[in-house]
């Protein structure tokens, strides 16, 4: 029998809409957190001549980006707010367990984003263009005043309108 006639047997199955992961797809398409990190930082240093430390991931869904944020770091912490419990659990299963004792830096709460705005954070993000589940303009304003309310006194928030660092790039598809 040919070497690769054996070891092929073994391989994992292919995986289909019914076995796959759909929050580790979810991250593959939409999120690739070193780049964001990175541009934040820079714009954050440039505006305001320091570091930014604490973070506020509002709908952090898997909490990638927080958990990203915290590894990039040792005096970085972050908060993650989402509404959906099975998704946190996912979160905390697979980042925080992963951060092992430095999961103590990130906080990930079942709260609804317009609720929270302490403590105070440097920087507050809202990606994946997940601020649109408010449809009507008065839920957005309040949003967008919690989220000021939310931050330091020099802080920063960042939303995306456009999708992916890659959107400031002449490139063709």
Partial sequence: MPPNARSS???KPRPSARTADRFQLYEQAVQDPPPDIRLLTKVFERERGRKPLSL???FCGTAFFSTEWVKSRRDRTAIGL?????????????????LGK???RVRLLRQNVISVTR???DL???????????HDRPTLKRYLEHARRSLAPDGMFALDLQG????FEAMED
């Fill in 102 to 104: 430095e999961a103590r």
């Fill in 119 to 121: 403590p105070p954070v």
């Fill in 56 to 58: 506020r991931e509002d």
């Fill in 9 to 11: 047997r073994r391989l």
């Fill in 124 to 134: 507050c993000v809202a990606f994946n263009f997940s601020y649109c589940v408010f």
């Fill in 164 to 167: 992916g660092t890659e959107a």
């Fill in 82 to 98: 989402d509404l959906h419990a099975p998704t946190l659990a996912y979160a905390r299963r697979k980042h925080l367990r992963a």
